[in-house]
């Protein structure tokens, strides 16, 4: 099983950057998938980027392509979701998660996830 801790969410002006971390520990294999999801009040948890554990396939949502990067660290077992040209609809609880192996379209849906972590506030103002 793999534990999963979000870190780096905070306040920051629209049109600010933001860089959101995601430690790793437990068993992860070269096909599984790591996202980064978000949710705000009231609304479904929707799906922002993903990459391959071994780092060769990346993929984003509509809403945030151009804007945020999502990598990998390979020393560490780390998740990074760059974010950059912040806007005030951006601002949710991030969380990343991971699962076993899964395809496009299939990984932009947050029930394919068996592990999460705990999630990491976002606020942009205007």
């Known amino acids: 099983q793999v534990q999963l801790v979000e870190s780096g969410g905070g306040l920051v002006q629209a049109g600010g950057s933001l860089r959101l971390s995601c430690a790793a520990s437990?068993?992860?294999?070269?096909?599984?998938?790591v996202s980064w999801f978000r949710q705000a009040p009231g609304k479904e948890r929707e799906f922002v980027s993903a990459?391959?554990?071994?780092?060769?396939?990346?993929y984003y949502a509509d809403s945030v392509k151009g804007r945020f990067t999502i990598s990998r660290a390979n020393a560490r077992d780390t998740l990074f979701l760059q974010m950059s040209s912040l806007k005030p609809e951006d601002t949710a609880v991030y969380y990343c998660?991971?699962?076993?192996?899964?395809?496009?379209?299939?990984?932009?849906?947050?029930?394919?996830?068996?592990?999460w972590g705990q999630g990491t506030q976002v606020t942009v103002s205007s």
């Open positions: 990459i391959t554990w071994n780092g060769a396939l990346t």
């Open positions: 998660a991971a699962t076993l192996r899964s395809t496009d379209p299939q990984l932009r849906f947050w029930r394919t996830y068996s592990n």
């Open positions: 437990g068993r992860i294999f070269g096909n599984s998938i």
